[in-house]
Nanobody, 115 residues
Framework: VQLVESGGGSVQAGQSLRLSCVAS??????MGWFRQAPGKERAAVAA????????YVADSVKGRFTISQDEAANTLYLQMNNLLPEDTAMYFC????????????WGQGTQVTVS
């Protein structure tokens, strides 16, 4: 399984970015986004489980971030609007067998910097 993120960058507060994660060798549809800021623990941002049509979004980003999946393209997206400086972090895509509690596949991360 390979997960490749893209779409990060440096933006000003209030602007938007869309992160993409292309999955190879994986099609279960249980995927999520995590982020880790310097000196902080990795935190869940959002998750989407295709089979059950379940979506989770962390309270800190609710109303600003939207997660979605394109099953045909095996791609997970994170639309991030009204970005704030506290959203600055490395963002990671993750995937798991849907029966698993924990994510076991991780991408290399894409940096988001908001000033």
């Amino acid at each position: 399984v390979q997960l490749v993120e893209s779409g990060g960058g440096s933006v000003q507060a209030g602007q938007s970015l869309r992160l993409s994660c292309v999955a190879s060798g994986y099609s279960d549809g249980c995927m999520g986004w995590f982020r880790q800021a310097p000196g902080k623990e990795r935190a869940a941002v959002a998750a989407h489980y295709t089979g059950t049509a379940t979506t989770y979004v962390a309270d800190s980003v609710k109303g600003r971030f939207t997660i979605s999946q394109d099953e045909a393209a095996n791609t997970l997206y994170l639309q991030m609007n009204n970005l704030l400086p506290e959203d600055t972090a490395m963002y990671f895509c993750a995937a798991k067998p849907c029966a698993n509690e924990s994510y076991i596949y991780w991408g290399q991360g894409t940096q988001v910097t908001v000033s």
